[in-house]
């Protein structure tokens, strides 16, 4: 279609951040880049589908923020840095306040991080968003595979704000804002993930809830881990949800979140601890790294239990 060159003209060619290891941007078959030497390519993609991932009538210009959010997310949980952007647009029709919107929201995160939107394509479809993403790491990152016995495991803000938010719009369609935030406008946590890259052991981003994320770290290291439920890091609205439905799925299994999950020795916290000044987000140990394999919750009534990560998967609903 023409009106595709058009758009791409007027909402993506033109980009806030003009990075100079990017050769050739928009515009052209390919793009041209280069790789800073002695760094490894860390490459992720997302896709976020009407329907499924998010409503139909969410406000573009978070939408815009999230598609770009959550490839960042993958590259803070392998501790690397971000630098390069892909779009695949599928879109019913063209609209131009949407397309502006929605621009807006991922040229915003975009510029926070320093990434250049160096191509993508446009086509005609239901609405479909893809993104990839490109960053830098020393070696070889951070991976799930990496945990150890002994561990600590550590997570960053708080839990199952996002499936809150998302519980509550199906309850009432009311949402209280700030929750709502969290689902549509998570924060990847990159300058964290950056931080601990040079003595963490394992991470992963907490996507798919607490329990499943985990479980991916303790599958890939075969290893086990036991969490102290108690020390789950809520948030004021979380904590109420929790203390009136006795019902802890959120927290341990509320996909959404973007947080990170990472594990580290023990002879490593001081250098964690000396980190939190700079860093905007908490950070808190919930359990342990251990040999036998399974996960074990600790909660103050019911003593020590083996959960199965996919156990609590109540919460991890689709839009
Ligand atoms: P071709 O037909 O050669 O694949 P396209 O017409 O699909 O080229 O794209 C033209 C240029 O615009 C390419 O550089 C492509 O990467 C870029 N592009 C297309 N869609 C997008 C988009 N949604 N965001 C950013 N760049 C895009
Ligand atoms: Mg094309």
């Keep these: 279609m023409t009106a595709e060159f058009a758009l791409i003209q007027r909402y993506f060619s033109d980009p806030d ?6 050769l050739l941007g928009v515009g ?3 793009a041209v880049l280069s790789p800073p030497a002695g760094k490894q390519l860390l490459v992720s993609m997302d896709t976020l589908n009407s329907g499924v991932h998010f409503f139909a009538d969410v406000d573009p210009f978070t939408l815009g923020h999230k598609s770009l959010a959550v490839g960042l997310s993958d590259l803070a949980a392998m501790g690397a840095e ?3 952007a892909t779009l695949a647009l599928s879109l019913p029709a063209v609209d131009d306040d949407w397309l ?6 991922f040229a915003q995160l975009a510029q926070r991080y320093q990434v250049q939107l160096i191509g993508g394509d446009t086509t005609r479809g239901a609405l479909s968003i893809s993104v990839q993403v490109h960053g830098f790491a020393v070696n070889r990152g951070l991976r799930r595979s990496a945990a150890r016995a002994g561990d600590l495991i550590y997570v960053s803000g708080t839990l199952g704000d996002a499936a809150l ?12 804002a700030a929750l709502m935030q969290r689902l549509q406008q998570p924060q990847p946590r990159v300058e964290l993930g950056l931080a601990i890259a040079d003595f963490a052991h394992a991470c992963i981003d907490l996507s798919d809830g607490l329990t499943a994320d985990l479980g991916h770290i303790l599958s890939a290291s075969q290893l086990g881990a036991s969490i102290h439920q108690p020390d789950l890091p809520l948030s004021a609205p979380v904590r109420r949800h929790v203390e009136q439905t006795t019902d802890w799925s959120l927290p ?3 996909g959404d979140d973007y947080e990170l999950c990472f594990t580290l020795p023990p002879a490593q916290q001081s250098r964690l601890e000396a980190l939190r000044p700079e860093l905007d987000c908490e950070l808190t140990c919930i359990g342990r790294i251990e040999a036998h394999t399974g996960l074990r919750l600790t909660t103050l009534d019911a003593g020590t239990q083996t959960i199965s990560p996919a156990g609590y998967q109540h919460f991890r609903e689709s839009v």
């Excluded at 951040?17 to 990017?22: A, E, M």
């Excluded at 938010?165 to 209280?176: E, F, T, V």
């Design 17 to 22: 951040v003009l990075r100079p290891d990017v």
């Design 28 to 30: 052209d078959d390919c």
């Design 82 to 84: 971000p630098a390069w």
């Design 100 to 105: 502006e919107a929605f621009a807006q929201g």
């Design 165 to 176: 938010a998302l519980h509550q719009y199906k309850q009432s369609g009311r949402p209280q």
């Design 252 to 254: 341990l299994s509320g």
